[in-house]
């Protein structure tokens, strides 16, 4: 089975600091790699999406996320962050030919100050 | 493009009592469906998921139940709900090759 380990449950940091949220997966087969967030009483929204290729994936709100196999690491990461990146991000894997169920970590949870 | 409705986006119901959550998917056909349970702290549960009308598997055992009478309509029920209920209720699906999309939830109070 395949487990999700996101590291830290909370990351402050000020308004336009660069921010790194990590996650660390554990499988004993390949998987497909997920970021979602997830803004105060709505669902999921995807951020972006490892499945193959480039280990370097970048997706939407100016986010990005290194897949490092040896460490077993997809890492997202923002430059500069805004206000309006406060939310909860999620970290989850998939193993293909599992009917595309997701195994997700407990989540970190960003805020954004001013 | 993918769209989930849940309803209702709130629900306050009493110990004992019973529930129907509904969802359904506009803009694909013969999707995977799935429910999860999210507690604070504790992320995304996954509670069941369909391939198909009918077709259900349960992921944890629990006080709930679901259905899939129609190809795009998930329903989550209990005939007696208990306080550990509580929580935020997400349906999602997926297409073929597809990251699961998400509704907007159901907050699911128990007095």
């Known amino acids: 089975a395949q487990s999700v380990t996101q590291l830290d449950s909370q990351v402050p940091v000020f308004e336009e600091a660069p921010v790194e949220l990590r996650c660390n997966y554990s499988s004993s087969v390949s998987v497909y790699l997920f970021w979602y967030v997830q803004y105060p009483n709505q669902g999921l929204q995807l951020l972006l999406k490892y499945l193959s290729g480039s280990t370097l994936v970048k997706g939407i709100n100016g986010f990005e996320a290194e897949f490092n196999k040896s460490q077993t690491s997809f890492h997202l990461r923002k430059p500069s962050v805004h206000i309006s990146d406060t939310a909860e991000y999620f970290c989850?894997?998939?193993?293909?030919?599992?009917?595309?169920?997701?195994?997700f970590g407990k989540g970190t949870l960003l805020t954004v100050n001013p | 493009s993918q769209t989930i409705h849940q309803w209702p986006a709130t629900l306050v119901q009493p110990v004992g009592s019973p529930l129907s959550l509904e969802c359904t998917v506009e803009g694909t056909s013969n999707p995977n469906l799935y429910w999860y349970r999210q507690a604070a702290g504790r992320g995304l549960q996954l509670l069941f998921y369909?391939?198909?009308?009918?077709?259900i598997s349960s992921e944890v055992p629990q006080n709930l139940s679901a259905s899939r009478p129609q190809d795009r309509q998930f329903i989550l029920s209990s005939k007696k709900l208990l306080l550990s209920d509580s929580g935020f209720y997400l349906c999602?699906?997926?297409?073929?090759?597809?990251?699961?999309?998400f509704g907007d939830g159901t907050r699911l109070s128990i007095l």
């Open positions: 369909s391939v198909g009308i009918g077709q």
């Open positions: 989850a894997v998939r193993v293909p030919g599992s009917n595309y169920k997701l195994t």
């Open positions: 999602a699906c997926s297409g073929v090759d597809q990251p699961q999309h």
